[in-house]
């Protein structure tokens, strides 16, 4: 099998029936929903997923690197996929806990926050995408996401912080 960057396939045994159970160790991630100053706007970035074979409208999102804090892998991955930095944002906020992406199959877990820009004019500053990155930013309307994204971290980081 040929080796994956990101994805490192695992077996075990369960416990219980003893059949093997198949899964991927895969590093934990984080995401943000970043709303404009009024949160009627969220920043959502479009990239090709390989997941739905096209483009996506999603959070902005990536892996927490080793040694890294979710808030500061957070931090990072919004300055680099939107440009915005942390003296540009105010209410940040997060999850206490990270949630299992889909755990029949990996053992990641994302780490949800939010925060709002201070103020509408605030310009983002250049992205700084990690090699094979290609993405563009857009707002959209909080109330079309169901229209704008399928991504299921998306909808449900809007829902947790949209109030």
Not at 62 to 78: C, F, H, N, Y
Not at 125 to 153: A, F, R, Y
Request: glycine share 6%; proline share 4%.
């Amino acid at each position: 099998m040929e080796e994956f960057r990101f994805l490192k396939p695992r077996k075990m045994k369960h416990p219980t029936t003893g059949i093997d159970l198949e899964y991927l160790d895969k590093s934990n991630a984080v995401c943000i929903a970043l709303f404009n100053e009024e949160k009627d706007k969220i920043l959502l970035v479009e990239q090709y997923r390989p997941g739905n074979k096209g483009l996506m409208l999603e959070v902005p999102a990536g892996l927490i690197d080793s040694g890294e804090d979710p808030k500061t892998a957070v931090l990072r991955e919004m300055r680099e996929e939107t440009g915005y930095s942390e003296e540009d944002i105010a209410d940040f906020r997060g999850l206490d806990e990270g949630l299992y992406a889909s755990p029949g199959y990996t053992t990641e877990k994302l780490y949800f926050f939010s925060a709002r820009l201070k103020d509408n004019n605030i310009k983002p500053k250049e992205l700084n995408l990690d090699h094979g990155e290609d993405l563009e930013n857009e707002w959209v309307d909080v109330k079309d996401i169901l229209k704008k994204s399928g991504d299921l971290k998306t909808i449900l980081a809007v829902s947790l912080f949209k109030d």
